[in-house]
């Protein structure tokens, strides 16, 4: 049986796919976005993290010198993030709340960090889901193997596709894939028409421009594609920075407006597009 990372199972969430939804994190992201508000999610193995403000220093001056384990420290100062689980867990954790799923049109989502980088548990759990009647969704970067897209293309019933900077040369630079190979896959899905929503983080100084998000409404309509979801930056990730070791690029950076999100908004209104703000 197949075994991933879990970073985190996240119950009753009215996010990420309509209805009521369990929310599974898988760990591990081949992208390094700077604004990352799960830095936590990143790497592809379990971690520690250590936060200052719940040590209480038992055996250390700081949370940062101690050298005890995780599971000695009394706070959870010190916490393991990620979880080897099959998938035969994860789907005994997803099934509990089958009854709300089916109430409120929801379902699973799969998240992450890159989910489709473990394209093999996937493969494996999500028919398993399935076969219970339970809606999944994915959320992507479109940085998973693309064998991975073309085996589940059909499998999923909903992708929350995320799209970040559309000059290639940038997305390179700062993201660390071109945006091509990552629109290529949005491409695959398309072709096979399922069903994709578009989500744009609003991140000050690298994305929230009005020509990347042009450009970017301008290829995503293409694909003729409807809805798409704006996530405006917050700064909800900041702490995770500091307790992982860190260095965060977007450190005292404002939240972003109203007005601003409202005139992002209107580039896509438009374009035809259905927007949201928030996912
Ligand atoms: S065990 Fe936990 S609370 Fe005690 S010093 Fe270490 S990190 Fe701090
Ligand atoms: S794609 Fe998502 S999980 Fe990966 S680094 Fe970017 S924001 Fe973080």
């Known amino acids: 049986m197949e075994k991933a990372i879990v970073m985190n199972t996240q119950k009753f969430s009215l996010h990420d796919g309509g209805g009521i939804r369990t929310l599974i994190f898988l760990k591990g992201c081949?992208?390094?976005?700077?604004w990352c508000a799960n830095p936590e999610s990143q790497k592809r193995?379990?971690?520690?993290?250590?936060k200052q403000s719940l040590c209480i220093q038992c055996s250390a001056p700081s949370c940062q010198a101690c050298n005890q384990s995780s599971a000695f420290c009394p706070t959870g100062a010190m916490a393991e993030i990620?979880?080897?689980?099959?998938?035969?867990?994860?789907?005994r954790i997803a099934t509990k709340d089958a009854i709300f799923y089916e109430a409120t049109s929801g379902g699973?989502?799969?998240?992450?960090?890159?989910?489709?980088?473990?394209?093999?548990?996937?493969?494996?759990?999500?028919?398993?889901?399935?076969?219970?009647?339970i809606h999944v969704a994915v959320e992507t970067c479109g940085a998973g193997p693309l064998e991975?897209?073309?085996?589940?293309?059909?499998?999923?019933?909903?992708?929350?596709?995320?799209l970040k900077i559309?000059?290639?040369?940038?997305?390179?630079?700062?993201?660390?894939?071109?945006?091509?190979a990552l629109f290529s896959r949005l491409v695959l899905l398309r072709e096979a028409q399922?069903?994709?929503?578009?989500?744009?983080?609003?991140?000050?100084?690298?994305?929230?421009?009005?020509?990347?998000?042009?450009q970017i409404a301008d290829r995503v309509r293409s694909l003729h594609i409807e809805e798409i979801h704006l996530l405006p930056f917050h700064q909800y990730g900041e702490g995770k920075y500091q307790a992982l070791g860190r260095e965060y690029a977007l450190e005292g950076v404002n939240p972003m407006g109203k007005e601003e999100v409202e005139s992002f908004r209107g580039i896509f209104e438009?374009?035809?597009?259905?927007?949201?703000?928030?996912?």
């Open 166 to 180: 559309a000059d290639d040369q940038e997305a390179q630079r700062v993201l660390g894939a071109s945006f091509e």
């Open 270 to 279: 438009e374009r035809g597009f259905r927007v949201q703000i928030g996912g």
């Open 108 to 133: 699973v989502t799969f998240s992450g960090g890159e989910p489709m980088e473990w394209a093999a548990f996937l493969r494996e759990a999500i028919p398993k889901l399935k076969a219970e009647g």
């Open 30 to 34: 081949a992208l390094h976005c700077p």
């Open 148 to 162: 991975a897209y073309e085996a589940l293309e059909q499998e999923v019933d909903l992708w929350l596709f995320d």
């Open 82 to 91: 990620g979880e080897w689980m099959d998938v035969d867990q994860v789907v």
């Open 194 to 214: 399922a069903k994709v929503v578009v989500r744009i983080p609003l991140i000050p100084g690298y994305t929230a421009t009005k020509a990347n998000l042009i």
């Open 45 to 50: 193995e379990i971690e520690v993290m250590r």
